[in-house]
C-alpha cells in the first residue's frame, strides 16, 4: 500500500492509534544505530494510568474508560473491517509501525487494544495479542517463534490439542518436539539440542494438576538461551504471573476462566513487545484474529475475574476435601490439599488455588459415567472456568486423542474424573456429588471395574 504523500513533511491528520507510537525519527542522529533503542509497550489507547494498582481494580478498569465522543462508561464494540486512512497510516506501513494505527480489523481494532490492553496489565506483559482460538494462539505463536528445523522441548501432559499440534503440525513443516515428564528438570534439560528454540510447558497439568515449577524452567531457559512458553489457563493471571519466573511468552485459552462465561471462543499471548509484534505478523498470515463483538464480550468478561478466580478457589477446595474424605474415591488431586505432592509449590508460587478438582472413583470407567450422568448442578460437557460447574472424563474428551497406555503412564487411571467448580455455593455442589454417589454406590461397597 503506498501514497505519493507517504514521505511528506505536512502536517498530518488526527492519529488513529496510539499517540506514542511513530516511525524512525530522521531528526535524531545515530538513532538507527542505537543499541539501546526499544520498542515500546502497547499498542495502548489514551485510558488510565494503572501503575500500582492491584489486580483486582487492572480487571476493571485497565483497558476501558470513557469514550471521548460520547461519554459512556462501558467499552463500545467497533464493529467495522476498515478505517479511514490518511498519510499517518501510509507512513505506518512504509516504517513499520502498522501495529499501531488502525486500519483494518485484521491488523488492529480498537476494541481489540482495549482488551489487550486489559490482559497485558493483568500479566505484567509489555503487550498481547488476542487470537479466535486457544489452538489459534498456540500455533501461531509456536510457529512465529521457531525457525525452519526448529525443536521444542514440551511436557508429555499437554492438552491434547497442543499433543496433536506437535506431533502432527510441527513434522510437516520440518519442526520437531520431544515430550518429557514436566517435573524431571534433568530430563527437560537433557532433551535439549542444538536446535532447541522453545521449552513449551503447562503451569497445572491437565487433568491432574499437577504443579510446575516455572522458577527452574525459567532458569533452564535463561542459561541454555531458549525462549519460555507457558500456557496458563489453567492458572490465571490472578492466580500466577508466569513472565515474572522468566517465561517469554504467555498463553491462555481465554474461552475458559479468563471470559469465564462459556460463551466464547477466543485466546492470547502475552510477553515483550518485540516477540508479540513477530507473533502478530504470524497472525496476519494465519488469519486467527478476534472479532470486535468478541472482543467487547472477553473484555466485559474479565471485569470479574479477580473475584470471579477467588469463588472458584474456595468451591474447589471444598469439594476436594469433601471428596478426600469420601470412601468410594481413590484419590483426589487439587494443588491446595496438603496431601498434594505439589502442595509446597503451590504455596510458594501460586496467590490463590485453581478452580478444577480431580478425583478418581471405585469402580472405573463405568462407575465414573454414572456418577456424571448423575449430577443434577454440574453439568456433563467439556471445557472449564465457567461460572457454572463443569463435569467430564478425560479419557473421553481432553485426553481422547492419547492411547490407555499414554493415559496410564500420566496418571489418568480408570474412574478419573475432572471437575470444573463453578461459582455455586460449595455445599450445594457436595449434596449434589452425594446424591449421586448414593444412587451408584446405595446397598454396595464397591463396582467391579470394567
Not at 463453578?422 to 454406590?441: A, K, M, N, T, V
Request: aromatic share 6%.
Amino acid at each position: 500500500m503506498v501514497s505519493k504523500n507517504a514521505v511528506s513533511s505536512d502536517p498530518v491528520m488526527p492519529v488513529r492509534g496510539d499517540r506514542g507510537a511513530a516511525g524512525i525519527d530522521s531528526k535524531a542522529a545515530g538513532w538507527l544505530q542505537s543499541m539501546d533503542r526499544k520498542r515500546q509497550s502497547g499498542p495502548h489507547t489514551d485510558r488510565l494510568d494503572i501503575e500500582g494498582l492491584s489486580d483486582e481494580t487492572l480487571a476493571v478498569h485497565a483497558g476501558s474508560g470513557n469514550d471521548s465522543a460520547t461519554g459512556c462508561v462501558g467499552t463500545p464494540i467497533y464493529q467495522s473491517t476498515t478505517f479511514l486512512l490518511n498519510d499517518d497510516q501510509y507512513r505506518s506501513f512504509a516504517q513499520g509501525y502498522a501495529r499501531d494505527r488502525f486500519i483494518y480489523t485484521r491488523y488492529g481494532n480498537p476494541s481489540q487494544w482495549s482488551v489487550q490492553e486489559k490482559l497485558a496489565a493483568l500479566e505484567g506483559a509489555e503487550s498481547a495479542v488476542v487470537f479466535s482460538s486457544g489452538m489459534a494462539a498456540i500455533a501461531t505463536t509456536l510457529m512465529a517463534l521457531l525457525d525452519p528445523g526448529g525443536h521444542v522441548v514440551a511436557s508429555n501432559e499437554l492438552y491434547g490439542g497442543t499433543y496433536n499440534f506437535l506431533n502432527m503440525e510441527l513434522p510437516n513443516t520440518g519442526m520437531s518436539a520431544t515430550l518429557v515428564d514436566p517435573r524431571d528438570y534433568a530430563a527437560i534439560e537433557a532433551a535439549i539440542q542444538p536446535n532447541t528454540q522453545i521449552l513449551y510447558f503447562e503451569t497445572i497439568t491437565n487433568p491432574l494438576l499437577k504443579i510446575v515449577d516455572l522458577r527452574r524452567l525459567g532458569d533452564i531457559a535463561a542459561r541454555r538461551g531458549i525462549r519460555l512458553v507457558v500456557d496458563a489457563t489453567f492458572s490465571t493471571p490472578i492466580v500466577t504471573k508466569p513472565l515474572r519466573f522468566g517465561a517469554h511468552v504467555v498463553i491462555h485459552s481465554a474461552t475458559k476462566y479468563l471470559n469465564g462465561h462459556s460463551d466464547l471462543v477466543a485466546g492470547v499471548a502475552l510477553g515483550e513487545r518485540k516477540l508479540v509484534d513477530q507473533i502478530w505478523a504470524r497472525m496476519l498470515n494465519f488469519g486467527g484474529c478476534l472479532d470486535p463483538h468478541a472482543c467487547f464480550m472477553l473484555e466485559r468478561g474479565l471485569k470479574t475475574l479477580a473475584i470471579r478466580m477467588q469463588a472458584h478457589a474456595r468451591t474447589a477446595l471444598a469439594v476436594a476435601s469433601y471428596l478426600e474424605a469420601h470412601p468410594h474415591v481413590r484419590r483426589v488431586y487439587h494443588p491446595m490439599l496438603a496431601s498434594h505432592a505439589d502442595h509446597r509449590l503451590a504455596k510458594e508460587i501460586m496467590r490463590c488455588g485453581t478452580g478444577n478438582v480431580t478425583f478418581e472413583v471405585e469402580g472405573g470407567d463405568d462407575a465414573a459415567l454414572r456418577l456424571v450422568d448423575n449430577m443434577k448442578l454440574a453439568r456433563s460437557a467439556t471445557s472449564l472456568g465457567g461460572v457454572e460447574s463443569l463435569i467430564s472424563l478425560p479419557f473421553n474428551s481432553s485426553h481422547s486423542s492419547f492411547t490407555a497406555k499414554q493415559r496410564a503412564e500420566m496418571g489418568i487411571m480408570p474412574g478419573c474424573i475432572r471437575l470444573s467448580a463453578g461459582i455455586e455455593d460449595p455445599q450445594d455442589l457436595i449434596r449434589d456429588l452425594e446424591q449421586s454417589f448414593h444412587i451408584i454406590f446405595s446397598g454396595r461397597e464397591t463396582i467391579n471395574e470394567k
